[in-house]
């Protein structure tokens, strides 16, 4: 069974830093179709939102231009892990993050076939 597990979320201060782990069992990144795995944030009463993605084999990037430059993403094979590391937080960035996986790096929530749970991230101003 494909399970992918966030955790890392939690209360920072605006200005500071925070890296979320997404870890998979039950299947191996870079299988297909889990080339590509994505983060999204969704805060309330918003859509769900791209926020990057790594692509499992190649180690590319796409960050959305909102977290470009504070944001970034990596992997670790060996756990299977891929991480978010989150600097220079701001208030906007609260909301539940979580990841994602799909072949085609896309930025699309649709494309995007199997999620976690989500994890909670609040910067306070």
């Known amino acids: 069974q494909v399970q992918l597990v966030e955790s890392g979320g939690g209360l920072v201060q605006a200005g500071g830093s925070l890296r979320l782990s997404c870890a998979a069992s039950g299947v191996t990144f870079g299988t297909y179709p889990m080339t590509t795995v994505g983060w999204f944030r969704q805060a309330p009463g918003n859509e769900r939102e791209f926020v990057g993605f790594?692509?499992?084999?190649?180690?590319?990037?796409l960050y959305a231009d909102i977290v470009e430059g504070r944001f970034t993403i990596s992997r670790d094979n060996a756990k299977n892990t891929a991480y978010l590391q989150m600097n220079s937080l701001k208030p906007e960035d609260t909301a539940v993050y979580y990841c994602?996986?799909?072949?085609?790096?896309?930025?699309?929530?649709?494309?995007?076939?199997?999620w976690g749970q989500g994890t909670q991230v609040t910067v306070s101003s």
């Open positions: 790594i692509t499992w084999t190649g180690g590319a990037t």
């Open positions: 994602a996986t799909e072949p085609t790096a896309m930025t699309y929530v649709s494309t995007y076939d199997y």
